[in-house]
């Protein structure tokens, strides 16, 4: 988190991908390298450029607790009109977008993977059997990839090299 004083303006979560997420980025052998950046969450009373301070602050407490990270990933969210500018502002590498997503809307309003089957469905079943208990799919477009190296620059200059996506202009 990072303080104003007494009052915190601002929080960011970080967490460890699923393997076959992080070895897309540096391979099998290192997939302990990377870290995701979950949430970056400023109040909207935050000093300027707070989420530049938020985010710099982190990656360097992130490294001291967790040595062998040579990698922060985040993902801007297109399909709601990110861009990722903060990521931008802040020097991460942009590696273009993932793929497209699909997604179902249960019939309670809940997001559900498209592996996920409601009770009573079958493997195998086709989609239109989902639509009939009230459940619909979703196309998601691609989230724009940034990454951020961390370490000395020995650990920076490595990463670089073996980092599996091309860097991109913004």
């Known amino acids: 988190g990072l303080w104003d004083g007494v009052t915190l303006v601002g929080v960011v979560s970080y967490n460890i991908p699923t393997m076959p997420a992080c070895s897309a980025y540096f391979g099998q052998d290192r997939w302990d390298w ?6 970056l969450v400023c109040a909207e009373h935050a000093p300027r450029n ?14 001291q607790e967790r040595p062998v990270a040579r990698a922060v990933v985040s993902y801007a969210a297109s ?13 991460a590498l942009y590696c273009g977008m993932t793929q497209p997503d699909r997604y179902l809307i249960d019939d309670c309003g809940n997001r559900r993977s498209p592996r ?4 009573g469905v079958q493997e ?3 989609f239109a059997r989902y ?11 691609g989230k724009h990839r940034y990454v951020y190296l961390i370490g000395d620059k020995r650990e920076r200059k490595e990463a670089r090299a073996l980092l599996k996506f091309p860097v991109m202009p913004y």
């Open 34 to 39: 990377v870290v995701h950046m979950g949430r």
């Open 50 to 63: 707070v989420e530049s301070r938020l985010i710099a602050g982190s990656l360097k407490v992130l490294k």
């Open 79 to 91: 399909g709601v009109g990110h861009i990722g500018y903060v990521y931008q502002a802040t020097n």
């Open 116 to 119: 996920e089957r409601p009770s």
């Open 124 to 126: 195998g079943t086709e």
């Open 131 to 141: 639509e009939r208990i009230g459940w619909t799919m979703h196309r998601e477009p």
